[in-house]
C-alpha cells in the first residue's frame, strides 16, 4: 500500500517550451502533497506544498508563477514548468502524506528527471 | 526553527561490517524524525520512523535507530552491511504541524566487499 507514482519518469523539452509533471497516489487519497527539487548529488529542497482544493503553498525563493501547481484531485497533483530554461534541469519529486497514522509519513514518488535543452 | 545535520558525506563499510549513519537534529517541540534511503535515480523510501513512542525504532532491511534527546540524536544503524545496502540515507525532521520535512544532506553508504 501507499504507493505514489509520477509521470513522466523522464522528460526532455526545448528552453522556452512548457512541461507537466504528474504526482499520483495509487492506493490513497491525499489531501497534502509535496513537490521537491533534487540536484545531482544533493539533498531535496522542497518546492511547494500541494492541497487539494485550494492554492499550493510555495517555499521562500520558489517561483510560483514558474512551477505551477494544481492539485484537482485527492489522487492527482501536477506541477508545470513554464517557459522552461537549462538552469530548470533536475531531479523532481513529489510525495503524498498518508492521512492515517497520525499523518506523519510522506510517501514519495519515484521521480521525474527534467531536462532543458 | 527545525533542522538537521549528517555528519559525514560519505561512509565506506566492509560488507558484514557494522553501519553507523550519524544525525542530529534541532527542535523547539518534540521532533518526529526519519531516515529515508535512495538508491540511483530513484524516489526516496521510508526506513523508519520516530513519533514520540519508543526510543529505539526499528527499521525495515533491518535498520533500526535510537532517539536520545539528551544528544539531540538519531542515528541509524545496521549490525551487517549487505552489498545491496549501498545507496543515499537522508535524515529528515518534520517541520511543526505542516507536515513539510527538512532533510539533511544526505549520507552515502559505500558497502564493499
Known amino acids: 500500500g501507499a504507493v505514489v507514482s509520477q509521470h513522466p519518469s523522464w522528460v526532455i523539452c526545448k528552453s522556452g517550451t512548457s512541461v507537466k509533471i504528474e504526482c499520483r497516489s495509487l492506493?490513497?487519497?491525499?489531501?497534502?502533497m509535496f513537490w521537491y527539487r533534487q540536484f545531482p548529488k544533493q539533498s531535496l529542497m522542497l518546492m511547494a506544498t500541494s492541497n487539494e482544493g485550494s492554492k499550493a503553498t510555495y517555499e521562500q525563493g520558489v517561483e510560483k508563477d514558474k512551477f505551477l501547481i494544481n492539485h484537482a484531485s485527492l489522487t492527482l497533483s501536477t506541477l508545470t514548468v513554464t517557459s522552461a530554461h537549462p538552469e530548470d534541469s533536475s531531479f523532481y519529486i513529489c510525495?503524498?502524506?498518508?492521512?492515517?497514522?497520525?499523518?506523519?509519513?510522506?510517501?514519495f514518488g519515484p521521480g521525474t528527471r527534467l531536462t532543458v535543452t | 526553527a527545525q533542522s538537521v545535520t549528517q555528519l559525514g558525506s560519505h561512509v565506506s563499510v566492509s560488507e558484514g561490517a557494522l553501519v553507523l549513519l550519524r544525525c542530529n537534529y534541532s527542535s523547539s517541540v518534540p521532533p518526529y524524525l526519519f531516515w529515508y534511503v535512495q538508491y540511483p535515480n530513484q524516489g526516496l523510501q521510508l526506513l523508519l520512523k520516530y513519533t514520540s513512542a519508543a526510543t529505539l525504532v526499528k527499521g525495515i532491511n533491518g535498520f533500526e535507530a535510537e532517539f536520545k534527546k539528551s544528544e539531540t540524536s538519531f542515528h541509524l544503524t545496521k549490525p551487517s552491511a549487505h552489498m545491496s545496502d549501498a545507496a543515499e540515507y537522508f535524515c529528515a525532521v518534520r517541520v511543526d504541524s505542516s507536515y513539510k520535512l527538512i532533510f539533511g544532506s544526505g549520507t552515502r553508504l559505500l558497502v564493499r566487499p
Open positions: 492506493d490513497f487519497q491525499a489531501t497534502t
Open positions: 510525495s503524498a502524506r498518508l492521512p492515517t497514522s497520525g499523518g506523519h509519513e510522506q510517501y
